[in-house]
């Protein structure tokens, strides 16, 4: 059973940068396409955003029109982790960044960026805080 693991939240100024990571264990990472999805402050869970994915194979990765620019997802198969690199941060990129796995032959060279149910595993949250 794959488990997921995220680290590296904290609190930056805006325009800074903070780089979390996502460490797996129990299956290799190789075999599944990875998400990050952030929860803002009063917002449900339902209502977690899909901010950056990466497909199984191939490295394909998508973004959401808000971080494009910004965010870089980067995984290392060799050491079981995918990393979100978050540059020129906002205060509106304030949340719990959540990674989330799926294996399936569909996402081997695509990813799914807004559907959250896609996922099959979850890891449990960073909290990533901009504020001056």
């Known amino acids: 059973q794959l488990q997921l693991v995220a680290s590296g939240g904290g609190l930056v100024q805006p325009g800074g940068s903070l780089s979390v990571s996502c460490v797996a264990s129990?299956?290799?990472?190789?075999?599944?396409?990875i998400g990050w999805f952030r929860q803002a402050p009063g917002k449900e869970h339902e209502e977690r955003e899909g901010?950056?994915?990466?497909?199984?194979?191939?490295?394909?990765?998508k973004y959401t029109d808000s971080v494009k620019g910004r965010f870089t997802i980067s995984r290392d198969n060799a050491k079981n982790t995918v990393y979100l690199q978050m540059n020129d941060l906002k205060t509106e990129d304030t949340a719990v960044y959540y990674c989330?796995?799926?294996?399936?032959?569909?996402?081997?060279?695509?990813?799914?960026?807004?559907?959250?149910?896609?996922?099959?595993?979850w890891g449990q949250g960073t909290q990533v805080t901009v504020s001056s």
């Open positions: 989330a796995a799926v294996r399936h032959l569909y996402y081997y060279v695509t990813c799914p960026l807004i559907t959250a149910d896609e996922y099959q595993h």
């Open positions: 129990g299956s290799p990472l190789e075999d599944y396409a």
């Open positions: 901010v950056s994915c990466i497909s199984t194979v191939n490295n394909n990765t």
